[in-house]
Antibody
Framework: QITLKESGPTLAKPTQTLTLTCTFS??????????VGWIRQPPGKALEWLALIYWDDDKRYSPSLKRRLTITKDTSKNQVVLTMTNMDPVDTATYYC????????????WGQGTLVIVSS | QSVLTQPPSVSGAPGQRVTISCTGSSSNIGAHYDVHWYQQVPGTAPKLLIYGNTNRPSGVPDRFSGSKSGTSASLAITGLQAEDEADYYCQSYDSSLSGVVFGGGTKLTVL
């Protein structure tokens, strides 16, 4: 059974760096073809893909946010970490991590999401 | 402005059939990249509904079906039920943007 859960601060201040952790079970990020992605959703708005990391440490980023994002993995802890620099109120959203097999594949398992509010 | 265009809302009575369109371009759906569909009940995480244009994950009723043609894809729901009321999103890959793209979402109301 595959499960994922996001964790991190609920509140962030403008200009701060946000660090979110995705802790998962039921699969290994060292298995060929496996990936974990991050997707966010501002309140009342659409889903937006942020980043994805593959089993072989290949990383893909949203072009519009690439300069602000870093995605890493800790295979031994079954965790994926996303950092986003220079937070702004427009980054207020629910952040989801999800299991997938690449940028052209579906996200077949999702975490419950974590709401991050950016406010001074 | 989403790369994939969906109607903001659709509605139908119980038992009816509704379709939700997802219109892209030659750099995403038209470039033969797969389309995937998600159902999101407000306050919950998205759930994979259709993958690879036409395939249903285990547990998804066959009332849900997907199709793709040219630069567009569609999700059809037959025998509409109250529990189908949710937001629906399409997803694909865009080679010009080199990234995953989602549609703007469609709110389905069961009348």
């Amino acid at each position: 059974q595959i499960t994922l859960k996001e964790s991190g601060p609920t509140l962030a201040k403008p200009t701060q760096t946000l660090t979110l952790t995705c802790t998962f079970s039921g699969f290994s990020l060292s298995t060929n073809g496996v990936g974990v992605g991050w997707i966010r959703q501002p309140p009342g708005k659409a889903l937006e893909w942020l980043a994805l990391i593959y089993w072989d440490d290949d990383k893909r980023y949203s072009p519009s946010l690439k300069r602000r994002l870093t995605i890493t993995k800790d295979t031994s802890k079954n965790q994926v970490v996303l950092t986003m620099t220079n937070m702004d109120p427009v980054d207020t959203a629910t952040y989801y991590c999800a299991h997938g097999r690449g940028v052209t594949a579906p996200f077949d398992y999702w975490g419950q999401g974590t709401l991050v509010i950016v406010s001074s | 402005q989403s790369v994939l265009t969906q109607p903001p809302s659709v509605s139908g009575a119980p038992g009816q059939r509704v379709t939700i369109s997802c219109t892209g371009s030659s750099s995403n759906i038209g470039a033969h990249y797969d389309v995937h569909w998600y159902q999101q009940v407000p306050g919950t995480a998205p759930k994979l509904l259709i993958y690879g244009n036409t395939n249903r994950p285990s547990g998804v009723p066959d009332r849900f079906s997907g199709s793709k043609s040219g630069t567009s894809a569609s999700l059809a729901i037959t025998g509409l039920q109250a529990e189908d009321e949710a937001d629906y999103y399409c997803q694909s890959y865009d080679s010009s943007l080199s990234g995953v793209v989602f549609g703007g979402g469609t709110k389905l109301t069961v009348l």
